[in-house]
């Protein structure tokens, strides 16, 4: 079975699937391709059905190579299910998911992104999309350190035989 994470932020076309694209190609990278599975959904449903956001996609292009795959879906109740590891980009939808886990049931499944950032100090993936093209570039930056120190807890903590 393997281990499902889902990034989460507000709109589902910036941050959550620039999380996923660049954890799915680090996976890849790591030959862990079935003993990882990844998905991204944002807390609001005002991008339902779009693609990441262009300005995402060209700083992903640049700092990565890679393309951003995807399209934006709300967050349901039922991720808590179906997801071992729940990962917010920031404070604001870090509570709105836990705002749907009444019980408290499944709480320590959901985690702050930059909890995993080893270079990084910020604590809080910042929201590029009002911003300029730097806004895009840093959320990379920020993404591809947390993916990594996430991707290394994983190895450690989940996938040990």
Same mark, same amino acid.
């Given at each position: 079975?393997? !281990?499902?994470?889902?990034?989460?932020?507000?709109?589902?076309?910036?941050?959550?699937?620039?999380?996923?694209?660049?954890?799915?190609?680090?996976?890849?990278?790591?030959?862990?391709?079935?003993?990882?599975?990844?998905?991204?959904?944002?807390?609001?449903?005002?991008?339902?059905?779009?693609?990441?956001?262009?300005?995402?996609?060209?700083?992903?292009?640049?700092?990565?190579?890679?393309?951003?795959?995807?399209?934006?879906?709300?967050?349901?109740?039922?991720?808590?299910?179906?997801?071992?590891?729940?990962?917010?980009?920031?404070?604001?939808?870090?509570?709105?998911?836990?705002?749907?886990?009444?019980?408290?049931?499944?709480?320590?499944?959901?985690?702050?992104?930059?909890? !995993?950032?080893?270079?990084?100090?910020?604590?809080?993936?910042?929201?590029?999309?009002?911003?300029?093209?730097?806004?895009?570039?840093?959320?990379?930056?920020?993404?591809?350190?947390?993916?990594?120190?996430?991707?290394?807890?994983?190895?450690?903590?989940?996938?040990?035989?």
């Amino acid at each position: 079975m393997p !281990y499902k994470l889902l990034f989460v932020c507000l709109g589902n076309i910036c941050r959550s699937p620039s999380a996923e694209n660049i954890m799915n190609h680090l996976i890849e990278q790591a030959g862990l391709s079935n003993s990882i599975v990844c998905d991204s959904a944002g807390t609001s449903s005002y991008h339902i059905g779009s693609p990441p956001d262009r300005r995402m996609s060209v700083a992903a292009a640049k700092k990565l190579g890679i393309k951003l795959r995807g399209q934006a879906r709300q967050f349901h109740k039922s991720d808590f299910q179906d997801f071992d590891l729940i990962l917010a980009m920031d404070r604001q939808n870090y509570h709105h998911i836990l705002i749907l886990d009444p019980t408290q049931h499944d709480r320590e499944k959901v985690r702050l992104m930059c909890g !995993y950032c080893s270079k990084h100090t910020l604590k809080e993936v910042p929201d590029p999309y009002y911003g300029g093209p730097e806004g895009f570039n840093q959320v990379i930056d920020l993404l591809v350190d947390a993916c990594e120190g996430l991707l290394q807890n994983i190895i450690s903590q989940q996938l040990r035989t």
